[in-house]
Nanobody, 115 residues
Framework: QVQLVESGGGLVQPGGSLTLSCTAS????????MGWYRRAPGKQRDLVAS???????NYAVSGKGRFTISRDNTKNTMLLRMNSLKPEDTAVYYC?????????WGQGTQVTVSS
């Protein structure tokens, strides 16, 4: 199992920005996809954005144009830059690592956008 450590969540005002970080316990250089998912209270966990080891990105409509996903393979780290945050972005955000042998999740980090 790949251990995933997340940080960067917290409380932010509407219109503000946060950057979430996820660090993996193994190299993320080759043959994988990493992503950020979120789950609001009473809702299912949904994709926010993903990025492959070759740099291909995918964004959910909810964050497209406001969120940017990136990765630093040397540091085994994935980032999610969130701008223009809205109250409806409030959720627990989860890091995901997926390759041919893994589908692993971080513990989640809380993001709260005040009204």
């Amino acid at each position: 199992q790949v251990q995933l450590v997340e940080s960067g969540g917290g409380l932010v005002q509407p219109g503000g920005s946060l950057t979430l970080s996820c660090t993996a316990s193994r190299t993320i250089f080759r043959f994988n996809t990493m992503g950020w998912y979120r789950r609001a209270p009473g809702k299912q966990r949904d994709l926010v954005a993903s990025i492959s080891s070759t740099g291909t990105t995918n964004y959910a409509v909810s964050g497209k144009g406001r969120f940017t996903i990136s990765r630093d393979n040397t540091k085994n780290t994935m980032l999610l830059r969130m701008n223009s945050l809205k109250p409806e972005d409030t959720a627990v955000y989860y890091c995901n690592y997926r390759d041919v042998n893994h589908n692993d999740w971080g513990q989640g980090t809380q993001v709260t956008v005040s009204s």
